[in-house]
């Protein structure tokens, strides 16, 4: 209910938390141009014409500052490179399904496995999955050494994350890249 008595200005004022060009209420401000110049302490509204003049904004960056520091540059692109810096830092990591069973040839496993090698080199995790049906439930050791051999091979491309473990009718491991 407070926020929406609140000036437009103020509201934007809140989510972004600097203040730009008409939201600069304190005069004088120390001013520094595009070119990362000190234009020294002026007053708001002679800051405001020069910034209008060079077709940009008047962005406060040092609101605590006495007097406030101001300065001359496009706040669009300023805040594309802000958002730009804080989302690369995160983890690109998809997973990834490599499914097999106990009677796959040799060449197809190798070609898998070429293909997990891809997704481990690109950052994304792997789940090789070896899937029993009907009567190879009771031929789990085929299983066992099929992924023996994909953890053995993947080793040099992840680290292991989960130990393969049997979970009904499957037989499951997760490999993650180094």
């Excluded at 004022?13 to 520094?32: L, Q």
């Excluded at 690109?122 to 009567?135: C, E, I, M, N, P």
């Excluded at 789990?140 to 053995?152: D, T």
């Amino acid at each position: 209910m407070a926020l929406a008595r609140q000036r437009p200005n103020q509201r934007e004022e809140n989510k972004d938390s600097v203040r730009i060009n008409t939201a600069i209420r304190i005069s004088p401000i120390r001013v520094v141009s595009e070119d990362g110049e000190q234009l020294g302490i002026i007053p708001t509204e002679q800051a405001l014409e020069r910034a209008r003049d060079a077709g940009l904004d008047l962005v406060e960056v040092a609101p605590n500052e006495r007097p406030p520091v101001c300065r001359i540059m496009d706040y669009g692109k300023y805040k594309y490179d802000k958002n730009k810096k804080k989302n690369t830092g995160q983890a690109h990591t998809k997973t990834k399904e490599i499914r097999l069973r106990p009677k796959t040839g040799e060449e197809d496993i190798r070609t898998k496995l070429r293909q997990a090698e891809k997704f481990l080199k690109h950052k994304d995790r792997v789940q090789v999955s070896v899937l029993f049906r009907g009567r190879e439930m009771a031929h789990v050791e085929e299983g066992q050494k099929i992924m023996a051999m994909v953890v053995e091979t993947l080793s040099e491309f992840g680290k292991i994350e989960t130990t393969p473990q049997q979970h009904g009718r499957k037989m499951l491991c997760m490999i993650a890249p180094k």
